[in-house]
């Protein structure tokens, strides 16, 4: 509990004393004022984070968490329950669409084992292990977790990020894995926002109707079951959460708090946003939500928190890859910010 | 004439015949089908347009084109005239928004003098000369260009995209440059989709409620003047367009004729993409429209002929700033197509 702790005292909350000196010379580059609009927004909002008027974006790194999930024999998924760990190995292998899109911007890929179901017996730089436990229980007849779990995966979340933070992040992006997760994803969500289950729950990865009809029950009953406490935001995330959820928190914690600017995926991370939102409203000045999702309840979060995502794709995919996206966006604001030239230095005559 | 005719003729009808092997490759890959969203729309779209299963994105080329317009002179810009070469210059010496963002994407851009009203005396690899004349004429008094001058605009757009064609271009991406030209772009809005002039003219580069009411005053008077008829692009060109916007127009034939993707950039290349789409309807499924401006006469357009734009980031600079990160996420979807391990290769499961 001292880590996360910690953490949270460590998050400061935001002033934006340098938008002025930040749209000034924003104003001052070879371009009408404003004219390249939300990139603006994103220069400022960075610089606002990381309190340098030149910030960097060399180190861009995506992690992506994974974990099982006990409720996933309730039959809420359209995939089986070994796909966790194949999609680990498939993150390690470079096979997986958060590998491809990764690359294309720059970004490194950190697979973290929150809790996945066996272990992976695979050493590489690229993996680390955080296991909490052996996935979740099924949360439709119980807690999915206890509480200590629940700070534990937060902690091996920030832990994740602090491990890898003298190698250098000065973007971070969020990513999941877990076969089933949409599910307590969409359980917090309708717990936290108040929002009707039917509102927040949508296909996942591509289940039918019946099932669909079966997922919503099951929420529902696991949210009866529970009684999450809604202004407890630790409650939630142990009774109807999961432990790469609760490591996405960290993650956006531990970011916030060495003020890195983090881009949130989908769904997913966006049920980890709101238990971070929820733990230290302060975050959410540091975050960038990347996209809004197809599954319905990602556009009750960002109302929720009062997130503007970048990119509308219709993703579904999870594993970073929608905050992968986004960060080549920002990359490019900052870019603008410090690489164009002034109407000065390029004798450009200004407006009449 | 013979170019343009010629060029019209090698453009062909795409027929979807690749699309069901094309969506059979994205459904092998490992991610829940369709979990993609658009990113799959457009993997599926490029191989459609190159007839290529495993499009190549080496080469990518903004044309930034530009060209000076005597309508200048009626005050419809907030920026003086002077502004258009020193921009040219600008891009040349790569301090413009154009060439950090497409640095940041990787693209090469080809600066095209259509029509700058004075010569630039500079010789760069990246400067093409296709100078029609030296500015139009204003059109408030009279056509903007002869018709045969019409023609050559265009046919400068294709000569141009043909010399650099030798070079490698696997996509290409529309841009402009030049001072007073959303209001021709307005007015061939107007007339092609004969909505009000109110509903299609914006402030531009930022012009004030009284210079904006100015502008709408000169384009109505510019098409009372010139009676374009709308059902002839070439005339509605020559009244009411520019010679950056004809170069545009070419572009897009040109693109079209050789099946290489055409990203269309802000307003400016969208009134170029409604003319070239009037001369050859087939065109639209060579387009990509890159995002949606913050000039309102740009809806009007995607809605005529029916065009999705891939971002919504309030942009209004041009010169092709909006087309640059339309390629980077069209290059991100035809990575996802070519780069990705399937199921098979990486031992995942399949949806049960």
Redesign the interface.
């Known amino acids: 509990m001292d880590l996360l702790m910690n953490t949270l005292k460590k998050i400061e909350k935001i002033d934006y004393s340098l938008d002025e000196s930040t749209q000034k010379r924003l104003d001052s580059?070879?371009?009408?004022?404003?004219?390249?609009?939300?990139?603006e927004d994103i220069a400022r909002q960075v610089v606002d984070i990381t309190k340098d008027q030149y910030p960097k974006m060399q180190n861009k790194v995506i992690f992506t968490m994974a974990g099982d999930h006990g409720v996933a024999e309730e039959g809420v998924s359209?995939?089986?329950k070994?796909?966790t760990p194949?999609?680990v190995?498939?993150f390690i292998?470079g096979?997986?669409?958060i590998?491809?899109?990764a690359?294309?911007?720059g970004a490194r890929v950190i697979v973290v084992d929150m809790g996945v179901a066996q272990d992976l017996n695979v050493n590489s730089s690229s993996l680390k292990v955080k296991k909490v436990a052996y996935g979740t229980k099924n949360m439709a007849k119980g807690p999915a977790m206890t509480k200590e779990e629940a700070v534990r995966s937060i902690e091996g979340g920030i832990e994740a990020f602090e491990d890898e933070f003298s190698n250098g992040i000065d973007i971070v992006g969020t990513g999941d894995m877990g076969i089933g997760n949409t599910t307590p994803s969409s359980a917090i969500t309708s717990v936290i926002t108040k929002e009707a289950v039917e509102n927040v729950t949508g296909r996942?990865?591509?289940i039918t109707d019946n099932s669909l009809a079966n997922k919503i029950r099951t929420i529902k009953k696991s949210i009866e079951v529970n009684c999450p406490d809604s202004k407890d935001a630790l409650d939630v995330l142990a009774k109807v959460g999961g432990f790469e959820i609760g490591g996405i928190v960290g993650l956006i914690l531990a970011a916030s708090s060495r003020r890195v600017p983090v881009v949130i995926d989908g769904f997913i991370s966006g049920a980890a946003a709101l238990i971070a939102y929820q733990l230290e409203p302060s975050v959410k000045d540091y975050m960038i939500s990347a996209h809004s999702s197809?599954e319905k309840g990602h556009r009750v979060i960002h109302d929720y928190i009062g997130l503007k995502p970048?990119?509308?794709?219709?993703?579904?995919?999870g594993e970073g890859?929608g905050a992968a996206?986004g960060i080549?966006?920002i990359?490019?604001s900052i870019?603008?910010l410090t690489?164009?030239?002034t109407f000065q230095?390029?004798?450009?005559?200004?407006?009449?």
């Open positions: 580059l070879t371009k009408p004022q404003g004219s390249l609009g939300i990139l359209a995939f089986p070994e796909v194949q999609m190995l498939n292998n096979g997986a669409g590998n491809v899109l690359g294309h911007v996942g990865t591509g197809a970048l990119l509308e794709f219709n993703l579904r995919l890859t996206l080549t966006i990359e490019a870019k603008i690489e164009m030239a230095s390029a004798s450009v005559p200004e407006k009449t």
